[in-house]
Structures are given as C-alpha cells and as structure tokens.
C-alpha cells in the first residue's frame, strides 16, 4: 500500500432543534450499537434506575420507530457523541452505490475505495484510497467533514477459488462483494462465496503471488 496523507476539511452546520431517533435493546441485522455513555443524560427519564445500572448499549438503523422502540430526542449539536454515529451512517449511505469498495476502519470511520483502471494491471487492480470522518471545532467552531487521501490499494485480480495449492494463512484482508473482511474472521455467508472473495496485497502476499513491491518515488518535486 502507498501512502500519501493529505487532508481537505469542511465546516458544517448540524441539523437545527432536536432531532427524534428511535433506539432498541435487542441488536437486529443492519443495526448499530450505541454506548449508553454516547446517550449520557438522555435516558434517565426512559429507563428505571436498575435498568440504567444494568444497560450497556442499545441499537438503531436511523430508521423510522417500529413496536418496542425507545424513543430519544437528540439535540446533534450537544450530543456530539451520538452524533458522530449517526454523521457516519449518513456518510455510508451516501457512498453506497458510489464507491467500489468500502470499509469501517479499527476507529469506525468510514474508508471509500475507487478503482483506478490506468493504474491496474491484469494481475490486479489498484484502488484509491480516502477516508471520511467527523470531527468537533478543531478548525472552526463547527463540526468539521474530514476527507483525507491515504494513497492506494492493490487487490489481485483473481479470487480466492482460482487461486490453487496456496496456503491460506497468508491471507490477511479479501474484498467480498464491495466490502472488506478480516480472512481469519469473514462470515459464513462469504465463507460460502470464495469466488467473490479476492485477496487485498499486502507486502506480506505479494511475494507467494509473484507480484513485485511498490518501488518509492524518491524524486523531488519540482519547485
């Protein structure tokens, strides 16, 4: 992977008054978890004492309320903690459909993947690679729209069902159908489609596939 780190941010302004969210006690497909600690405060009138001791998170989809829903209104420009999940479910929705790939990193923020054909080669395919994430009045006094570019991606251009006589403990990361799965931990329903599953190169990889390292441009740039 090659790295080039560069950072674009954009000031906006949250949506104005409360906002009405609806939140479940039972994770259903789909459905994020949010920490009572990201809720602080806005519970204590909808939950007995005993059942606040008791919570560790709840769940929602950003959804409409449907039967059993805890109902919170949610002022997002002072509940900026549960805020942060709900701009990261708006910046997933968003790129659905847009970006070839995409990705929650270790730090749940959100990683578009774009397919650069003129960079590709018939052995594999190389992505651009950009992360999106929200941030509080590190800039200006606004929540802030952080676009970084983190360099490129190569991902070989075979699945892992063609890939023969190879020991799959190298495996690391695999693209599957637009998404990216830990190898060691890919669920089964990706378990059942090796032929969607293709190996993300690590520098670990390349070599058991023959495939050469990225070389470091070392040339200064022109003044």
Not at 6 to 32: D, E, S, V
Not at 84 to 105: C, P, S, T, V
Not at 123 to 134: H, I, P, R, W
Request: charge should be neutral; include cysteine.
């Amino acid at each position: 992977m090659q790295q080039e780190l560069l950072l674009n941010i954009i000031p906006f302004n949250p949506p104005a008054g409360k906002q009405t969210f609806a939140f479940y006690r039972q994770k259903q497909p789909g459905f994020y978890p949010v920490f009572k600690g990201d809720l602080q405060g806005l519970l204590d009138d909808k939950l007995s004492a005993l059942e606040l001791l008791e919570l560790e998170k709840l769940y929602t989809d950003f959804q409409p309320p449907r039967e059993g829903a805890i109902l919170l209104d949610i002022d997002l420009s002072v509940s900026t903690r549960f805020a942060n999940h709900y701009y990261r479910y708006l910046i997933r929705k968003h790129f659905e459909g847009i970006a070839d790939i995409m990705h929650q990193d270790f730090t749940s923020e959100t990683e578009v993947w774009f397919h650069s054909p003129e960079k590709s080669t018939a052995k594999y395919k190389v992505y651009n690679q950009f992360t999106l994430k929200v941030q509080y009045g590190r800039v200006t006094d606004k929540p802030e729209l952080v676009l970084s570019y983190d360099g490129t991606t190569k991902v070989f251009a075979k699945p892992v069902s063609e890939i023969y006589n190879f020991n799959t403990n190298l495996y690391n990361w695999v693209v599957c159908n637009g998404v990216i799965y830990k190898w060691k931990f890919r669920p089964q329903e990706v378990i059942n489609q090796p032929q969607n599953c293709y190996p993300i190169l690590s520098n670990e990889l390349k070599p058991h596939l023959e495939i050469a390292f990225d070389v470091p441009d070392l040339k200064k740039p022109l003044p």
